[in-house]
């Protein structure tokens, strides 16, 4: 019996041992994503001017990628062209509903911000959308009521810890 205790012993040392140089290096590397993004959101600061032109004439993935990176870029600059995507009724789809996303990640003039997406709001197509926006811009009064009547029709929702 003393050999099984010991054996499991000198295991449960390894387990610890190696979980503590395993949360260490977890540590290490979420600290180098965290300054890998904010040099990523201060270089499109930096290039915004040129991502706006790009944004005039770029086509599929590359205007997706373009919109969603005037939200990611937390700049208020980008707050009116993103604007302009959302309410330009002769714009795709999938472009209005990322710069609609991307209105909520950025933050900026939030008063103009939250109007656009009150107004979108009422439009099925971006309700869930406008929704999780405004849930990123603090206005949960707002979103919740959408949110719940979502879930009573059946539909799965996903949202984040700093959401609720």
Known sequence: ??????ILGVFGYFIIGNYTG???????????FLV??????EEIRKNLSKLLEKLKT???????????DLGYSEDKRAVEP??????????SLEYRLIAIQSLGMNGNNKNKSIQVLEKVLKNEKFQL????ALLELG????????????????????LTFGEL
């Open 1 to 6: 019996m003393n050999k099984y205790i010991l």
């Open 22 to 32: 395993f949360a260490e290096e977890s540590q290490k590397a979420g600290k180098q």
């Open 36 to 41: 890998d993004q904010q040099e990523r959101k």
């Open 58 to 68: 770029a086509k599929g993935e590359r205007k997706w990628h373009l919109i969603y």
């Open 82 to 91: 993103l604007i302009k995507i959302v309410e330009d009724e002769d714009e």
């Open 129 to 132: 959308t406008s929704a999780h």
């Open 139 to 158: 206005e949960r009064k707002i979103a919740w009521p959408i949110l719940v009547e979502t879930l009573k029709k059946g539909k799965n929702i996903v």
